[in-house]
């Protein structure tokens, strides 16, 4: 079955830097668009960053400049390095795959930017 499990978040200055990773296990990673999303209590959850099968990205205007995807098709690895961090920054983050109707999800990990 599928499964994503997320790693690398915790708790980071203001200006900062944290790496997300996503492993993808249970389907063929390298032929799918992986996603990072995002969600703040109380909000809606925010596409953060896509990447498709070949590299190509992009990635939410809060974040462009900031935040680079990418991905490592041999190890069925996704990435999301982030720089700059701010306060705003902090929530869940979630990796996601869209596959033959069904969105999936990873458990979330947590990224807080406080001094």
């Known amino acids: 079955q599928v499964q994503l499990v997320e790693s690398g978040g915790g708790l980071v200055q203001p200006g900062g830097s944290l790496r997300l990773s996503c492993a993808g296990s249970g389907f063929p990673f390298n032929i799918y668009v992986m996603n990072w999303y995002r969600q703040a209590p109380g909000k809606e959850r925010e596409l953060v960053s896509r990447i498709w099968p070949d590299s190509n990205f992009d990635s939410a205007d809060s974040v462009k400049g900031r935040f680079t995807i990418s991905r490592d098709n041999a190890k069925s690895m996704v990435y999301l390095q982030m720089n700059s961090l701010n306060p705003e920054d902090t929530t869940v983050y979630y990796c996601?795959?869209?596959?033959?109707?069904?969105?999936?999800w990873g458990q979330g990990t947590q990224v807080t930017v406080s001094s």
């Open positions: 996601n795959l869209f596959r033959r109707g069904s969105d999936y």
